[in-house]
């Protein structure tokens, strides 16, 4: 099992960035697929990006893709997300999930697939 608490949220003017962080806790942290959704007010969770074991496999949503970047690093056993130029429609909050242990190299989109979650980082952007 892990745990996952995340950071680096705040407020920032369109055209700004952000660095959200995701750190773990737990054993294999490794052996995670690990994944960043946002649920902005009234709208259901959606997913942002997600980054295989190995790093070498990610996937965007079509939104954020060329603006954001997910990326790992496992002896500190945090994700990040590197947000650029942010707009209004990104304020959300933004959550840090985990799956596995994993066996495959895959980045998933699907959050039902994802059983492990932080408690959620405010980001917003104002115009």
């Known amino acids: 099992q892990v745990q996952l608490v995340e950071s680096g949220g705040g407020l920032v003017q369109a055209g700004g960035s952000l660095r959200l962080f995701c750190t773990a806790s737990?054993?294999?942290?490794?052996?995670?697929?690990m994944g960043w959704f946002r649920q902005a007010p009234g709208k259901e969770r959606a997913f942002v990006a997600s980054?295989?074991?190995?790093?070498?496999?990610?996937a965007y949503a079509d939104s954020v893709k060329g603006r954001f970047t997910i990326s790992r690093d496992n002896a500190k056993n945090t994700v990040y997300l590197q947000m650029n130029n942010l707009k209004p429609e990104d304020t959300a909050v933004y959550y840090c999930?985990?799956?596995?242990?994993?066996?495959?190299?895959?980045?998933?989109?699907?959050?039902?697939?994802?059983?492990?979650w932080g408690q959620g980082t405010q980001v917003t952007v104002s115009s």
């Open positions: 999930a985990a799956k596995g242990p994993d066996y495959s190299d895959y980045a998933s989109r699907r959050l039902e697939l994802y059983p492990y």
């Open positions: 980054l295989s074991l190995s790093t070498s496999n990610t």
């Open positions: 737990g054993r294999a942290f490794s052996s995670y697929t």
